[in-house]
């Protein structure tokens, strides 16, 4: 996909700055493989991280690998050297793996969205539903819309459209059928997606606090504990979601999982105090853990996955929807983008292979702490 057009005159010599620039474009290259592979290798050596969710990280890190081996790569030497050198056949291959690359690594972005998005709304379900068998047909349906979706086009294109052996090209403005196709699916429609699950999961995580901030508010007081009276049947109970937390003396749970703290009657209250020695700064320090308690590890990951989901939306944003603009603007009036805009705009498409295991995977604490753990042992 060279920005520059077929009528352009193909530079035959190489400029100092071009290999200036060569050497940092392919500096991006390796960052980029190795930066995935660190997160493939990750997964691989660490048991704790080789969850189902994971499988869309992998999937993910692959695909990035291959948009730089293959798509970066050739484009980087189209660049350096101002025309192309590998013939009409590969120049048809590097085509189809630039645009159908990146859709995988765009679309990829998508399933993990969804999966946040079904993880917020629905925790119990998806608990109970997602599995290594969804992940895997989720995966395969990604790569198998998007060979339907490219490979067509791709190839009538190349029958169609074909120029010169040293211009590889493909112009959205001789292709506008296909552009509405690719720009609503690929473009806008995965931006739609990625950014309605994450304001979803924004909501989840503010209700959840509001309800933590409520909970904490309406608490009992420690200094009235042992004032109030209440048959030893019935039970107060300060509540808290939560996946795994350790039993307490006397606490009750009920079907929903929540963590019950009863309050002593008058005589258990002063029976505690005077023959156990838990005096009243005791038992208020025990009611402040336990409103930390209370916010609960539930809310505590449904933010993490928040955070996830904000790594993931301004990544893309800051990498995409620059091209998604100028796409759409060269395919109506291509005079209106010159060629050093569309290149910007195109390379920062790539970019986010680049920075997706930063972006990503270094907002988890399970990866970075495997990613310093494979380094240090690489070091030694």
């Not at 990498?319 to 603009?325: A, D, L, Q, S």
Request: proline share 3%; aromatic share 12%.
């Amino acid at each position: 996909m060279n920005i520059s057009n077929s009528s352009n005159l193909i530079e035959t010599s190489i400029h100092w700055s071009k290999i200036l620039l060569g050497v940092f474009l392919y500096l991006i290259v390796l960052v980029t493989i190795l930066g995935n592979i660190l997160v493939l290798m990750a997964v691989k050596n660490h048991k704790r991280l080789q969850t189902v969710f994971n499988i869309y990280v992998v999937n993910l890190a692959l695909t990035d690998v291959l948009v730089a081996v293959t798509a970066v790569s050739f484009y980087t030497l189209d660049n350096i050297l101002g025309y192309w050198p590998f013939g009409r056949i590969m120049c048809g291959l590097w085509i189809f793996f630039d645009y159908g690359m990146t859709f995988v690594s765009v679309f990829t972005l998508c399933i993990i969205s969804i999966d946040r998005f079904w993880a917020v709304s629905w925790p119990v379900h998806y608990k109970s539903h997602h599995n290594k068998k969804k992940a895997l047909g989720m995966i395969t349906g990604v790569w198998l819309f998007t060979l339907l979706l490219w490979l067509p086009p791709c190839v009538l294109d190349r029958i169609q459209n074909y120029v010169d052996d040293r211009v590889c090209i493909w112009d959205p403005s001789l292709n506008k059928e296909m552009v509405i196709v690719i720009g609503v699916l690929g473009h806008h429609g995965s931006f739609l997606v990625l950014f309605g699950c994450y304001l979803r999961v924004l909501f989840v995580v503010r209700r959840q606090r509001r309800i933590a901030t409520i909970g904490n508010s309406t608490s009992v007081p420690a200094s009235t504990v042992s004032q109030r009276q209440q048959p030893r049947s019935q039970v107060t109970c300060v509540v808290s979601e939560t996946d795994n937390i350790p039993s307490v003396s006397g606490a009750c749970e009920n079907d929903n999982n929540y963590l019950q703290i009863p309050i002593l009657d008058k005589d258990e209250s002063t029976l505690n105090t005077s023959h156990s020695g838990h005096s009243d700064k005791e038992r208020k320090e025990r009611l402040n853990q336990s409103k930390q308690t209370s916010k609960g590890p539930k809310t505590n990951k449904d933010a993490k996955v928040f955070i996830t989901l904000t790594y993931i939306i301004v990544g893309y944003i800051v990498c995409w929807v620059p091209f998604h603009i100028v796409y759409d603007v060269t395919a109506v009036h291509p005079d209106l983008v010159s060629d050093i805009t569309y290149t910007i705009a195109f390379w920062l498409t790539y970019l986010n292979s680049t920075l997706n295991p930063f972006l990503y995977n270094f907002s988890s604490s399970e990866f970075r702490s495997a990613f310093k753990d494979i380094l240090k042992r690489n070091h030694r």
